[in-house]
């Protein structure tokens, strides 16, 4: 696998992108685990974002029913077209954050970096079973951050109210070509029950998160501003703020559930409007 990329690479003298996050996988029992890990079957339509030179695209056609992978770099594309035929795999040229997605019920991929937050956001609006994917470690571990650890934040709390999140694999740097920057990790994230997945309003939560380390009650007064609270109605709202479900706990304490009960009083009482 090493030396089928290797030999791609000096075939089509290419130098990876740094802004694409070019960072191939060279070491093939990561792709296998996270494979395995899909739990493919001819059923499976699987989305991949960013193939690449096709690495791990191959052993996901060889095991699901059809694979769409999306690439932006034209270059990659047009060299994935002339080396490849495989019969169940359509490319997709463009941006993924922007193109619309094909309907798919896995995704496995190794993401460039870069687009990792909207990536994820985007997936959440999607109806899918199951998704495995490589992120910047750092990025990863904010992702399954408990309420209360260190790294919790709105990504933490965006991500768990739709669905459950599992840091499974840490990955080093040696296990790419070029050799990122930063230590990678695998996450395996499977959305929650339908009548389990709790709709945030997100202007709310990132009011609050501009001040995680501050009490609810004082995060709301500082961040009044964002939810459309002048500074002369402030005052007339100060004692509700202070009384909101939760109002003495630390913003990164909060519970995707316990946010809710906040959002809920919040509307009640009409600081808050419809759900945008
Ligand atoms: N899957 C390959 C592997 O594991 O070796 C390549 C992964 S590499 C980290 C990320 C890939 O995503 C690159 O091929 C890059 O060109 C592509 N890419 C970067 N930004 C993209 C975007 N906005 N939409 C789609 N693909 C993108």
Redesign the pocket.
């Known amino acids: 696998m090493r030396d089928e ?1 290797f030999s791609l690479i000096y075939k089509y003298n290419l130098r ?2 740094r ?8 070491v093939p029992d990561i ?1 296998e685990r996270n494979v395995e890990r899909a739990e493919l079957s001819e059923r499976d339509v699987v989305l ?10 191959k052993e996901l056609a060889e095991r699901a029913g059809k694979v769409y992978a ?4 034209r270059r ?1 594309i047009e060299i994935l077209r002339k080396e490849y035929a495989w019969p169940n795999v359509e490319l997709i040229e ?6 619309e997605w094909p309907e798919f019920n896995k995704m496995v ?7 990792s937050s909207p ?1 994820t956001f985007k997936l959440l609006k999607h109806e899918f079973e199951r998704a495995v994917l ?1 992120y910047q470690l750092e990025f990863a571990e904010r992702m399954v951050a408990r309420p209360g650890d260190k790294n919790y934040s709105r990504l933490s709390l965006m991500v768990q109210a739709k669905a459950n999140v599992e840091l499974v694999e840490r990955i080093g740097k040696g296990a ?1 070509w070029p050799r ?1 920057k930063v230590d990678s990790a695998v996450v395996v994230i499977e959305p929650k029950p339908r009548d389990e997945r709790i709709e945030l309003d997100e202007n709310l939560v990132k009011a609050l998160f501009q001040h995680r380390r501050s009490t609810v009650a004082s995060a709301l007064k500082k961040s009044a501003h964002m939810l459309g609270v002048d500074k002369r109605k402030l005052k007339e709202v100060r004692n509700l703020l202070n009384s909101v479900p939760h109002s003495g706990k630390r913003v990164f304490q909060l519970g995707p559930a316990e946010v809710k009960e906040i959002e809920e009083r919040l509307r009640d009482e009409g600081i808050i409007g419809a759900l945008h």
């Open positions: 990329l990876p992108n802004d694409l996050g070019q960072n191939f996988l060279i792709i991949e974002i960013g193939p690449g030179l096709g690495v791990l695209t999306i690439e932006k770099d990659i463009g941006d993924a954050v922007k193109v991929s190794n993401l460039p970096y870069q687009i990536v490589i790419f990122p």
